[in-house]
């Protein structure tokens, strides 16, 4: 998170919508009407797709680990929307200092975990392709566990401090750090959240991409085309492409916004003193980058027949579960009807 987000905007933001600046209208409609259509879709696609990952051969592959982890940060931060929906809507979620202090720290620590996530899901990727020997070694489910439990107390620790600096200010969070302190945090989490995990991903996706090149040119070659077989069977091997669709999704929903925003954040400007253009385009890559956490259920659908097959495999025994409760209380009430009936 950082000064340019919905919420700091909706500050600056008439609490009548009629008397709304037009420079500022795109903003309103935006916040009310597109930003639940993007919660309520992920939070639905997020949940599915966490339960579907539960199966038993899901869970068992080292990337379903960082899948499952990032649906929980997505969901985090969706959540964290929320309130700023209900914020636009002129329904104040600030019930006190608690609920602004959860709102700040929660904000950071989702965001900062959904990139590194991403990440974690790009350098699986980038192994299982560029050094597809050390599979067995590096993308083990007990490494992708500790990696993971390892980002979570990081960011927890690292963003703790916010549930103590931070208050309300006419019913408005406001952080209570020193100028020095937040100056020094504003920049640490510029660099770990938005420029950081942008770099490292590139960089990723840019050897990825050359190695399948090299891939498609060799194919015809004997040797590779026997190796291909043998990848085949690894389960990393197999959701390469799911993974790699995963990392570049984020990658292009969330770059346009973290160039502006770092633009915008080291050139010192604030929203209300920014051109029209300037307001038009952070608000368009601000809703652009919201959209990354709403969109790996379908991503998934479409990138993934195992998941496919999972979700239709539980969608089955959810309905015969259904009929099967439905015939029996049928049963129940036939059963009592036929002895309740008066003899002849």
């Not at 003193?273 to 601000?286: A, G, P, R, Y």
């Not at 993934?304 to 015969?320: A, E, G, P, T, Y």
Request: hydrophobic share 50%; glycine share 2%.
């Amino acid at each position: 998170m950082d000064g340019f987000n919905a919420s700091s905007i909706i500050n600056n933001v008439s609490t009548n919508v009629t008397d709304v600046n037009r420079s500022l209208a795109p903003a309103e409609i935006l916040l009310i009407y597109i930003l639940p259509i993007i919660i309520f879709v992920g939070l639905f696609g997020n949940v599915v797709s966490f339960v579907v990952f539960l199966d038993k051969e899901l869970r068992h592959i080292s990337s379903s680990v960082y899948i499952m982890a990032v649906l929980c940060s997505d969901t985090g931060m969706l959540l964290n929307q929320t309130l700023v929906w209900l914020e636009a809507l002129r329904i104040s979620p600030w019930f006190g200092q608690g609920m602004c202090k959860l709102f700040v720290f929660s904000g950071f620590v989702f965001a900062f975990l959904s990139e590194w996530y991403v990440v974690c899901i790009t350098v699986e990727n980038y192994v299982t392709l560029r050094h597809p020997t050390k599979i067995t070694t590096l993308c083990t489910i007990r490494r992708a566990v500790i990696v993971t439990v390892s980002l979570a107390t990081l960011a927890v620790s690292s963003y703790f401090i916010y549930l103590f600096t931070t208050g309300t200010d006419l019913g408005y969070c406001n952080n209570n750090m020193s100028s020095k302190l937040e100056q020094i945090y504003f920049y640490v989490d510029n660099i770990a959240t938005l420029l950081l995990p942008t770099i490292v991903v590139f960089v990723l996706l840019a050897a990825i991409v050359l190695q399948v090149i090299k891939s498609i040119k060799s194919k015809r070659r004997m040797s590779l085309s026997k190796t291909k077989k043998k990848k085949s069977s690894i389960p990393q091997v197999r959701v390469a492409k799911m993974l790699f669709v995963l990392s570049i999704s984020a990658f292009v929903l969330s770059t346009p916004d973290h160039v502006v925003k770092l633009y915008f954040s080291m050139s010192g400007l604030v929203f209300l003193k920014l051109s029209e253009l300037q307001k038009l385009t952070f608000l368009v890559f601000m809703f652009l980058y919201y959209t990354r956490f709403s969109t790996k259920f379908f991503i998934l659908i479409a990138f993934s027949k195992n998941f496919r097959k999972k979700l239709l495999s539980k969608i089955r025994c959810d309905k015969n579960m259904y009929d099967m409760v439905q015939s029996k209380d049928s049963l129940s009430v036939h059963h009592v009807a036929t002895n309740t009936s008066p003899t002849s």
